[in-house]
């Protein structure tokens, strides 16, 4: 007997449960498959996200910062804390809490909304059937009128480092350590690579951060980029820039093995060595065992599921979404996708807006930004205005002794359309939702410079400098006076 669904989804991540409970909210019957186990065998919601990635990395990049603070941060403010230690145990188990809660909110929610949440794997077959096999049960067959692939991405591994028992790990590997690390290295300066050695460098461990790029965050402006290296390095994280890793080797028994790594950088070959080594060099689709040969899905060059603008795969009524597809792999874009596919499928004509996805970095100060950069402009040859303003003389920066970073506003020379906001400072991950509204509603940089902002907040960084695009912040000396 084949059960049948208006909707299955195959993956249960940001992508996936976003897509299951807004069928089900439009009134589709959903099903959705996910495999993961958490650490005791069970099933869980959530994904890579909730489970292995974005929230217990937060919770611990939270949880550090107020370590690093206390210990360092608050005596300017007139609080003497006396000696502060780290109770790593707590700090885990916390972590662990909050992934538990948040996981389990999302199988309320199924619950709630009527979504199946079917636990094991999937496999797309041809005509839109779904080969489910549970955990622990004989396989059966699903048929879906339309189904959604959203099996998310896994950690790259590369062979000059392969992952070892807990001293070569990825970036699950390096949220479970169970003591700080004296010495640790780290390969890729990129957001997962960054994010990590901050934890461990604000619990004490000495960072080696190895990046076999030449520029740091190329993704992200220069100006940004350059200023953010000079902030993580006087933090005491050691980046290495043009230093590919080429082997290492694990020595010593038990508690006393170090892995020397050896990398090439302009001097020839060099070694360095660690207590505990973390592979950080980006993340792959993970499509294993998810395609029959005759689905009818197709894979482009890079082994990401192709779709098209609304995410549709060249099988009829099947979508992918998230981490398979093209664009960045994001947990936020993945939950647009996936509320846009369910809402296509139910006739609704939404879609999502790819120059206006948002990147962070959760470091401290963190680094955010949406739309272009300057070389991007430059390298288009479109002619642009830029707008900048420090925290260093905003009001609540200074007052909460935070003050590191800039607010930089990119508008176009002719219309004066936003093409990008790039910042770098406290609460940068909250303050680019504001540049990400304006720029959802074609605003110009003299619309910002036309809204009122709250004083004193930081926000009014992003105010000031979308009025320098004119020449007209108020709390800066203009170089160039403008009418």
Known sequence: MTDKYDVIVIGAG????????????????????????????KPVLGGTCLNWGCI????????????AEAQHGLAALGIRTGEVSIDLDVMMARKGEVVKGLTGGIAQLFQGNG????????????????????????????????????????????????????????????LEFAAV??????????????????VWGRLGAEVVVLEALEEFLPMADERIARDALKILQGQGLDIRLGARVTGSEIRGKGAKRTVTVTYQDKSG???????????????????????APDCGVNLDERGF?????????????????????????????????????????AGKKPLVNYDTVPSVI?????????????????????PFNVGTFPFSVNGRALAAHDTQGLVKVLADAATD???????????????????????????????????????????????????????????????KKRK
């Open 269 to 291: 070959e060099q070694h360095v060595e660690v207590d505990r080594l973390i592979v950080a060099v980006g993340r792959r689709p993970y499509t294993e065992g998810l395609l």
């Open 181 to 198: 690390p004296k010495r640790l290295g780290v390969i890729g300066a990129g957001v997962i690579g960054l994010e990590l050695g901050s």
């Open 14 to 41: 940001p992508a996936g449960y976003h897509a299951a409970i807004r069928c089900a909210q439009l009134g589709l019957s959903t099903a959705c498959i996910d495999k993961s186990l958490d650490g005791g065998g």
């Open 115 to 174: 979504v199946k949440a079917l636990a094991g794997s999937g496999k797309l077959l041809a005509g839109r059937q779904v080969e489910f096999t549970p955990h622990d049960g004989a396989v059966q067959i699903l048929q879906a009128g339309h189904v959604i692939l959203a099996p998310g991405s896994v950690p790259v591994e590369i062979p000059p480092a392969p992952l070892t028992d807990d001293i070569i790990v990825d970036s699950k590997g390096a």
């Open 362 to 382: 959760y470091t401290h100060p963190e680094i955010a930004w949406v739309g272009r950069t300057e070389q991007q402009l430059k390298a288009s040859g479109e």
């Open 417 to 479: 359309r936003i093409l990008g906001v790039h910042i770098l400072g406290a609460q940068a991950s909250e303050l680019i939702a504001q540049a990400v509204i304006a720029m959802e509603f074609d605003a110009s940089a003299e619309d910002l410079g036309l809204t009122m902002f709250a004083h004193p907040t930081l926000s009014e960084a992003l105010h000031e400098a979308a009025l320098g695009v004119a020449g007209h912040a108020i709390h800066m000396v203009n170089r």
């Open 305 to 345: 599921l192709y779709v098209n603008d609304l995410c549709a795969t060249d099988a009829p009524h099947v979508y992918a979404v998230g981490d398979v597809v093209r664009g960045p792999m994001l947990a936020h874009k993945a939950m647009e996708e996936g509320v846009m596919v369910a809402e296509r499928i």
């Open 56 to 67: 217990p990395s937060k919770a611990l990049l939270d949880a550090s910062h107020k370590f």
